[in-house]
């Protein structure tokens, strides 16, 4: 099986609009495809640099002197850039969540389909896990993460009986936590509710939405006039975050007006919103559910 499989790989790197000598980065290098299919496209000058904190994804590193592999968190992009010399950039992509080979990987305990230890970290450095979010965190936390996260109308259900559960044995494995939580997955609804339960852990884990946003806000920053933003999301609330950027900037509220009531914006959105075609879902169902946005720094 492949490491991971590039979701809309050919539109991403085209939204790039890839100058031959220009300087790009890709922040989820992951199994390498779409870094691979940057370097295709740049010159003898052109440079790469990649992130990836997830420890596995170091064995997939290209062999290419105009690449570097940066294994760090991309919520650092500012700061690692400035340690190869790099203050701004023609072109940052994004593919966002998790890939395939964390969710094959049953011992990293991203999937539903098997069973394993708590853990949902993406970087094993990490020291926030999923056991200590499900057996450490109070009622009113696990009723936020639950609520903000996975987006769960049931989140204050899920925390009290998590709570009144792990009183009795703590709550070791991923099967364990779905025993616990039973009856709130009635058999046609199962695959749903436990897929929102795991984002809602996996995005506390992580740190997922604080690290998009410090990414956002550093990639507006490093990117030059003209540079392109090029971002996959995949969920609702990874996607709400990257369209209010690309409007105003913000995450939250309107920007300032002047005198005349206008206000500037960072971004020009570059097309319409890109998603797989069905084609590409029958080869490659994790691409279901991708949404790509691109963006040109005014």
Not at 72 to 88: A, C, T, V
Not at 208 to 235: C, N, P, T, W
Not at 264 to 284: A, R, W, Y
Request: glycine share 6%; net charge neutral.
């Amino acid at each position: 099986m492949e490491y991971h499989n590039p979701v809309l790989l050919n539109e991403t790197v085209d939204g790039l609009n890839i100058k031959p000598d220009g300087v790009y980065v890709d922040v989820t290098f992951g199994g390498g495809g779409h870094s691979k299919e940057i370097l295709n496209r740049l010159g003898q000058n052109g440079r790469l640099f990649a992130f990836d904190q997830d420890e596995d994804a170091q064995a997939n590193r290209i062999s290419d002197e105009r690449f570097v592999l940066i294994p760090e968190n991309f919520r650092y992009i500012k700061r690692f850039l400035r340690f190869q010399g790099i203050k701004s950039v023609d072109g940052i992509l994004a593919d966002l969540g998790v890939s395939s080979h964390q969710f094959d990987i049953p011992e990293r305990g991203f999937s539903t389909r098997f069973d394993a230890d708590l853990d949902m970290r993406m970087s094993k450095r990490n020291e926030l896990n999923a056991f200590k979010v499900v057996n450490q965190y109070d009622e009113a936390n696990l009723k936020r993460v639950f609520l903000e996260y996975g987006e769960l109308k049931i989140a204050p259900a899920l925390a009290k009986t998590i709570i009144e559960a792990r009183e009795i044995k703590s709550i070791n494995t991923t099967d364990e936590l779905k025993n616990v939580l039973s009856r709130f997955l009635p058999e046609q609804f199962k695959n749903k509710v436990l897929a929102q339960i795991y984002q809602a852990i996996r995005i506390e884990v992580n740190q997922e939405m604080d690290v998009l946003k410090e990414f956002l806000e550093q990639a507006l920053e490093i990117l030059k006039v003209e540079g392109r933003l090029s971002v996959i999301s995949y969920h609702s609330l990874e996607d709400r975050l990257v369209k209010r950027f690309i409007k105003n900037g913000l995450f939250e509220g309107e920007p300032e007006r002047d005198f005349f009531g206008n206000f500037s914006v960072p971004f020009n959105s570059v097309g319409k919103l890109i998603v797989p075609s069905e084609t590409e879902i029958k080869q490659n169902s994790r691409a279901r559910s991708a949404k790509l946005r691109i963006a040109e720094k005014k």
